[in-house]
């Protein structure tokens, strides 16, 4: 079980940030960091899961960024205007379709590596394992741009970057926070079953409906999705996650909504996208921003949009 603990490095949040930012721009610099990032793996999780408590702590859960720096920023900056104690969760898709894909990436990383007890990243589908690539799939070409020659190793220390990201995590007795939705496979097995490692990551079935699987309003447990890879899952399977995580809500990304937010299955999933890219068609972005003294599950109460 992970301990989030108190960091005076909240006092310099935006600072930690803004100097990944500027690394993004140069190659040894990026290179360190990715480096860096690959050896301390941050997290230690059980194949990819990540259970931890939050002990009272204001807790910040943003979704899908795609390289949107300026919204990013914003966020980041919220953070500050507050001395409280903080957990900050980011639900993968960090690149991707945006103008800064890797500046968000590098800037993440570094919080990440300066403070991994109150910083949770996650991994989306946009940060695939060989073979599970989604379309499209730009960053590899952001780095030829940026870093020229270099950019095939780049991608190669990006891929390792990644397998080191949580897969699902588990804010004890609260919430489910994942990037897609819960495996369906669930249904037949306990969850510590599904994470048993191949080659350091979970069966590939697994790994796949983590990042790519969508809600499903109906009757059915679930699916097959129109995206090509996941699949859709339905209320009972919601329910069923959460009796076995002993929670009481999944928090996921890996949808626009109109409004930067949507919810389903009688409340028990709540969609957060956070980035505003004309591609998306979104009026407005969100985020989750619980107090230290209230509950992830009453997340309805919480929820900034910009």
């Known amino acids: 079980m992970t301990t989030i603990s108190n960091k005076a490095f909240w006092l310099r949040v935006e600072d930690v940030f803004e100097q990944g930012v500027k690394a993004a ?40 960024v795609h390289g949107d720096l300026n919204s990013l920023r914003g966020i980041v900056r919220s953070i500050i205007e507050h001395n409280d104690e903080y957990v900050l969760i980011f639900l993968g898709d960090y690149i991707d379709r945006g103008p800064s894909q890797v500046e968000v990436l590098a800037g993440l990383l570094s919080l990440a590596l300066h403070s991994n007890e109150n910083v949770i990243l996650l991994r989306g589908n946009h940060e695939p394992p060989i073979g599970l690539e989604p379309f499209p799939h730009d960053y590899p070409y952001v780095l030829r741009e940026y870093f020229g020659s270099l950019a095939e190793k780049l991608y190669e220390l990006s891929l390792e970057a990644f397998n080191k990201l949580v897969l699902l995590a588990i804010a004890k007795g609260e919430a489910i926070l994942v990037h897609g939705g819960p495996p369906t496979h669930l249904e037949e097995v306990e969850i510590s079953e599904l994470f048993t490692c191949t080659d350091k990551l979970p069966k590939m079935d697994v790994v796949e409906e983590i990042l790519w699987n969508d809600p499903l309003e109906n009757d059915r447990k679930w699916a097959p999705s129109p995206r090509g890879a996941g699949r859709l899952w339905g209320p009972k399977i919601t329910q069923i996650a959460l009796e076995k995580t002993k929670t009481k809500i999944i928090i996921r990304a890996h949808e626009p909504s109109f409004k930067g937010y949507k919810f389903n299955h009688g409340g028990k999933v709540l969609t957060l996208f956070s980035c505003k890219l004309p591609i998306y068609g979104n009026l407005l972005a969100a985020y989750l921003d619980v107090p230290e003294d209230s509950k992830l599950w009453k997340a309805s109460h919480f929820i900034k949009t910009f």
């Open 25 to 64: 721009k140069q190659p040894q610099k990026f290179k360190t960091l990715l480096h860096d990032f690959i050896s301390a793996e941050p997290w230690k999780t059980c194949c990819g899961l990540l259970e931890f408590d939050r002990e009272g702590k204001r807790t910040i859960i943003v979704g899908d």
